[in-house]
Structures are given as C-alpha cells and as structure tokens.
C-alpha cells in the first residue's frame, strides 16, 4: 500500500479496521438462536426432587435445566440457557442465575432477565415428579 496515496491508505485502513470491529459486534449482538433448542426435546431425570432446596433452585448444568421449588412439592424448570448469546448459566446463587459470557443474570423462579444484556426470559419448562424424581421437557 505504500504506493498509495496517503488518502487511500487512509480509507483502505479504516475499510480494514471497520470490518474487524463489525465481526466482533456481530458475534453478540443479537438473541441467541443458538445451534441447538434452548428447551429439552425428550424427557430428563434431573434426580431426586428433594435435592431442590424449598425457596432455593438448583442449577443442572450438564442438562442446561434450573429448577426452583417455592413451596414444598411445587417445582418450577427453565432452560439454563441464557437468551443474550446462548451460553449456559455459570451459577446460581439463591434465585438468581449468572451467565459469565456477558453479565446476564436471571430470576429463576420466574425466568425473567434482571440484568441484560439478555432482554428476553429464560424459556420455561415443563417439570413434574415421578417416583421422587424430577422429570423436565415435554409430556412432564
């Protein structure tokens, strides 16, 4: 490029630098679509249902599920899977969950964002009890 006057090295440099920054901005953007559904597709055994504190949730990191029990026998499930960027929550602690991607943090007992920059809730899940076991994903 040195042959090049210096205006278009300038606007060749900048061409360069904007493409750069573009891809950059473009990996997290947007809403997750992620390469693969948010939800389960067929029934998971997350376990024994007492492993659920009362007032507390447990994250099932491995299924990409987090469970929360507000009242004695009644279970909630969300997908773990933070709406922002499609990274799988980090932690929970208490009720809210953490994404370490980019700072998304969710209520799980109701799946809503408390801090973007996801915007969307958490999709819920369904989730039952079976033989003492919690069952989440479709026909729970």
Do not use: N, W
């Not at 958490?122 to 479709?138: C, D, N, Q, S, Y």
């Amino acid at each position: 490029m040195s042959g090049l006057p210096a205006a278009r090295r300038s606007v060749l440099k900048g061409a360069a630098l904007a493409g750069v920054a573009g891809v950059g901005l473009t990996a997290c953007s947007t809403e997750s679509k992620g390469g693969t559904s948010a939800t389960p597709t067929a029934p998971v055994d997350l376990g024994a249902a007492d492993a659920v504190p009362v007032g507390g949730a447990v994250l099932y990191r491995e299924q990409k599920l987090v469970v929360s029990c507000p009242a004695k026998g009644e279970y909630k499930a969300f997908s773990a899977t933070c709406t922002h960027a499609g990274c799988v929550l980090e932690k929970v602690v208490k009720t809210e969950g953490d994404c370490a991607c980019h700072g998304s943090r969710f209520d799980v007992t109701t799946g809503k964002v408390i801090q973007g920059p996801a915007t969307k809730p958490l999709p819920e899940v369904p989730v039952k009890v079976t033989g003492g076991k919690l069952i989440a994903g479709p026909d729970a």
